[in-house]
């Protein structure tokens, strides 16, 4: 074909393309060799600067070069507590400890017994020859009206008797049998404090009594 405003044909040329031989020569060429000053890299791999290399790694942290005697998961907070006459059946690791664990368990153990017995009083209040709906609508009333009733009591007890025994603690510099019992009698009295006098008196006395009671099995083993 000539062109109209040139004297040079243009034909079209379509691209070579390569044979399977070239690749599989190109691939098995050896890797091109980089030379920095004296040093070279066979394997075509640039080497690292001098600043990258000459570093001692024990100054790069304080845990650095301890090898196997690196314990990370040794707390100080698994030492007992300090304090004297603290410690008895169950191991004491100070207020936060008694205080944390403490409100947990029994918020746990009143929430537990609070279902079993609102369960067992859904099935004593269900009427005769009532519908399956019924029944299990009974039974999940009792349920969640006695469990969080008994769990959030104790909760509060807890509560309340750990922050003043600590402080007694913290006052006396020692854990007693009487620490125990001036701590459950003002929480027990607080507890009924809008009660009237003599439920005041009542719950007082039967806390303190508690409280003491656990103390002294507490500290006898």
């Keep these: 074909m000539v062109w109209p405003f040139g004297?040079?044909?243009?034909?079209?040329?379509?691209?070579?393309?390569?044979?399977?031989?070239?690749?599989?020569?190109?691939?098995?060429?050896?890797a091109v060799t980089t030379t920095t000053g004296s040093s070279s890299a066979s394997t075509g791999?640039?080497?690292?600067?001098?600043?990258?290399?000459?570093?001692?790694?024990?100054?790069?942290?304080?845990?650095?070069?301890?090898?196997?005697d690196l314990q990370i998961l040794d707390f100080e907070d698994d030492a007992?507590?300090?304090?004297?006459?603290?410690?008895?059946?169950?191991a004491s690791r100070g207020f936060v400890d008694d205080l944390c664990y403490g409100t947990g368990f029994l918020y746990l153990g009143g929430l537990g017994i609070g279902g079993v017995y609102g369960f067992a009083e859904g099935l004593r209040?269900?009427?005769?020859?009532?519908?399956?709906?019924?029944?299990?609508?009974?039974?999940?009333?009792?349920?969640?009206?006695?469990?969080?009733?008994?769990?959030n009591t104790t909760g509060v007890l807890a509560i309340s008797y750990n922050m003043i025994n600590g402080f007694l603690d913290v006052t006396?510099?020692?854990?007693?049998?009487?620490?125990?019992?001036?701590?459950?009698?003002?929480?027990?009295?607080?507890?009924?404090?809008?009660?009237g006098f003599r439920p005041m008196a009542i719950s007082a006395a039967v806390m303190g009594g508690t409280m003491g009671l656990w103390n002294y099995i507490n500290s006898a083993f």
């Design 7 to 30: 004297s040079k044909s243009a034909t079209s040329e379509k691209p070579s393309l390569a044979s399977p031989s070239e690749f599989v020569n190109d691939a098995s060429s050896p």
């Design 45 to 68: 791999t640039p080497e690292l600067p001098s600043f990258m290399t000459d570093i001692d790694l024990s100054t790069l942290h304080p845990l650095a070069g301890l090898g196997n």
């Design 80 to 90: 007992l507590s300090s304090l004297p006459g603290s410690n008895g059946i169950f």
């Design 125 to 151: 209040q269900q009427p005769p020859n009532a519908p399956a709906k019924l029944k299990l609508n009974s039974v999940l009333n009792g349920i969640t009206r006695r469990g969080p009733f008994l769990g």
């Design 172 to 195: 006396r510099s020692y854990h007693d049998i009487y620490n125990s019992v001036v701590a459950g009698a003002l929480t027990g009295g607080f507890y009924r404090l809008g009660h």
